[in-house]
């Protein structure tokens, strides 16, 4: 017998949704997309008329309390991740949280102490996770192929020159280092196995206290150096790369965040380039599939909750070397 899907309500009519949820939950991930909920029902009843979802709900409350509904996707804003989240697992139900978990790693604390209270399944979504690449960068990494590690460095630099969007309002947890550079950050600490010690941050704001850029000097155990670079609206219009330099070759990956569109893998060693391509589905696919099973409990989830936490406190350090203080507070 097939296992009965997985049935998804979302809170709030994010533009993110159908790429993130809608579209991949149709492409056999064992998920469905039952009921989405707005503060506004008129918005909510459009978006679903437009991805054919069944159900609507004029609050976030009403759909945690369908009881059709097994799981929650929280696409809110940065500020009320910790809100929803923790609300949503008291009302029983699992989550998938888009990145970052909170506002800050205090609000994450609390939000994987209600996860653990609840004993429903709290993954934050970090879908690059998902794809065989990510599997791939680190087996490489791990291997000895590239000697002993050196140097790690990241970047996650996009254009979005929206001053009006709520990733540059500082009320809602904005900036370029809570949303381009949690994946920059996440993918630094992916593949250095370990967490590190902020050295010194740079930023380029905005507004006051809100980055449009950010470049964090980096330190991993055993003198392993790093860098992590994000931006939102830069000179850098667009720069999404990993790179890990050995003592006998080089690690080198253009786009490791949504690989499925395109990406590049090079190996240097020896004076010799090696490319490699590394198939799958969408990450928000691969992602999906990890959750429904995750939740069946034929795999473990990823990231843990460990991880998702060490991310936020490293994203906290990064905004306190920069003198820009924590988001949410």
Same mark, same amino acid.
């Given at each position: 017998?097939?296992?009965?899907?997985?049935?998804?309500?979302?809170?709030?009519?994010?533009?993110?949704?159908?790429?993130?949820?809608?579209? &991949?939950?149709?492409?056999?991930?064992?998920?469905?997309?039952?009921?989405?909920?707005?503060?506004?029902? %008129?918005?909510?009843?459009?978006?679903?008329?437009?991805?054919?979802?069944? %159900? !609507?709900?004029?609050?976030?409350?009403?759909?945690?309390?369908? &009881?059709?509904?097994? @799981?929650?996707?929280?696409?809110?804003?940065?500020?009320?991740?910790?809100? /929803?989240?923790?609300?949503?697992?008291?009302?029983?139900?699992?989550?998938?949280?888009?990145?970052?978990?909170?506002?800050?790693?205090?609000?994450?604390?609390?939000?994987?102490?209600?996860?653990?209270?609840?004993?429903?399944?709290?993954?934050?979504?970090?879908? /690059?996770?998902?794809?065989?690449?990510?599997?791939?960068?680190?087996?490489?990494?791990?291997?000895?192929?590239?000697?002993?590690?050196? %140097?790690?460095?990241?970047?996650?630099?996009?254009? +979005?020159?929206?001053?009006?969007?709520?990733?540059?309002?500082?009320?809602?947890?904005?900036? #370029?280092?809570?949303?381009?550079?949690?994946? @920059?950050?996440?993918?630094?600490?992916?593949?250095? @196995? #370990?967490?590190?010690?902020?050295?010194? #941050?740079?930023?380029? +704001?905005?507004?006051?206290?809100?980055?449009? /850029?950010?470049?964090?000097?980096?330190?991993?155990?055993?003198?392993?150096?790093?860098?992590?670079?994000?931006?939102?609206?830069?000179? !850098?219009?667009?720069? =999404?790369?990993?790179?890990?330099?050995?003592?006998?070759?080089?690690? %080198?990956?253009?786009?490791?965040?949504?690989?499925?569109?395109?990406?590049?893998?090079?190996?240097?060693?020896?004076? #010799?380039?090696?490319?490699?391509?590394?198939?799958?589905? !969408?990450?928000?696919?691969?992602?999906?599939?990890?959750?429904?099973?995750?939740?069946?409990?034929?795999?473990?989830?990823? &990231?843990?909750?460990?991880?998702?936490? @060490?991310?936020?406190?490293?994203?906290?350090? =990064?905004?306190?070397?920069?003198?820009?203080?924590?988001?949410?507070?």
């Amino acid at each position: 017998m097939t296992n009965p899907p997985l049935r998804f309500g979302i809170l709030g009519a994010a533009r993110i949704a159908p790429m993130a949820l809608v579209r &991949p939950a149709r492409e056999g991930t064992g998920v469905e997309v039952v009921a989405v909920a707005a503060r506004d029902e %008129r918005r909510a009843r459009a978006f679903a008329r437009r991805h054919r979802i069944p %159900r !609507t709900h004029g609050s976030y409350a009403a759909l945690l309390a369908d &009881p059709e509904v097994d @799981a929650v996707y929280v696409p809110l804003p940065n500020s009320l991740h910790a809100e /929803w989240t923790i609300r949503a697992l008291e009302a029983g139900k699992h989550v998938l949280c888009e990145k970052p978990l909170a506002s800050n790693a205090a609000e994450a604390a609390l939000v994987i102490e209600a996860a653990h209270r609840s004993g429903r399944l709290l993954i934050e979504a970090f879908h /690059w996770r998902h794809h065989p690449l990510a599997a791939r960068m680190r087996e490489i990494v791990t291997s000895g192929e590239l000697g002993e590690i050196r %140097r790690v460095e990241t970047a996650m630099c996009i254009p +979005l020159p929206l001053p009006g969007d709520i990733r540059y309002r500082l009320d809602l947890g904005g900036g #370029a280092t809570m949303d381009t550079g949690c994946y @920059a950050i996440d993918i630094a600490r992916f593949l250095a @196995a #370990a967490e590190p010690e902020v050295i010194s #941050a740079t930023a380029r +704001l905005s507004s006051p206290r809100v980055d449009r /850029w950010m470049r964090a000097e980096l330190r991993f155990p055993g003198g392993v150096e790093g860098r992590a670079t994000c931006a939102l609206f830069s000179a !850098t219009l667009v720069d =999404v790369r990993a790179r890990v330099v050995g003592s006998r070759g080089e690690l %080198r990956v253009f786009n490791p965040v949504a690989p499925h569109l395109f990406h590049r893998l090079s190996v240097v060693s020896g004076g #010799a380039i090696r490319r490699e391509r590394i198939e799958g589905d !969408t990450t928000y696919s691969h992602q999906l599939s990890a959750f429904a099973a995750a939740v069946r409990g034929e795999r473990e989830a990823s &990231p843990s909750l460990a991880s998702s936490l @060490a991310n936020m406190r490293a994203i906290d350090a =990064v905004y306190d070397a920069a003198g820009l203080g924590l988001r949410g507070t």
